[in-house]
């Protein structure tokens, strides 16, 4: 069983703004987390950047009401010197995305779930996107 999982800032995104066609999936993945099927990671950045995109398109309230909701089953991790320094002398086309797979490979996740899979091409880590996950899940049970 799979049991450390990294969730990108687009699933939660999906969920929150209920973003057609991903919400189903994205969803899903969440409310696997939420009931202990897995247990679900996210970086105190990814926190930080779904606040503000959920505030400019809602509220201060509404965006603090969905981030504690979803932070009651997942985990905060930190944002490291070291995972940065790795990120910036990395290969990833993408820095922000470079630092959350350092920040997850830090703290022994088992797979990257994202709808970004391109920006992970140089992951060490597995890299998911929902259905997939979902697909695996399944084929587990």
Do not use: W
Not at 27 to 37: D, I, M, P, Q, Y
Not at 43 to 64: D, F, G, M, P, Q
Not at 109 to 121: A, F, H, K, S, V
């Amino acid at each position: 069983m799979i049991k450390k999982i990294f969730v990108d800032s687009d699933i939660i995104i999906d969920v929150a703004t209920g973003r057609l066609p991903f919400f189903g999936n994205s969803k899903s993945v969440l409310t696997l987390l939420e009931h202990g099927f897995a247990v679900g990671y996210v970086s105190s950045n990814i926190i930080t950047n779904v606040y503000y995109v959920l505030r400019k398109i809602s509220s201060h309230e509404k965006a603090k009401e969905f981030l504690s909701s979803i932070l009651g089953y997942m985990t905060v991790i930190s944002v490291e010197h070291r995972s940065v320094l790795e990120a910036l002398g990395s290969e990833f086309k993408d820095f922000e995305d470079a630092v959350q797979h350092y920040s997850a490979l830090a703290n022994n996740c088992e797979i990257i779930i994202t709808r970004n899979i391109d920006d992970y091409e140089k992951s060490e880590i597995q890299v998911m996107t929902p259905t997939d996950f979902l697909n695996l899940f399944s084929a587990e049970q």
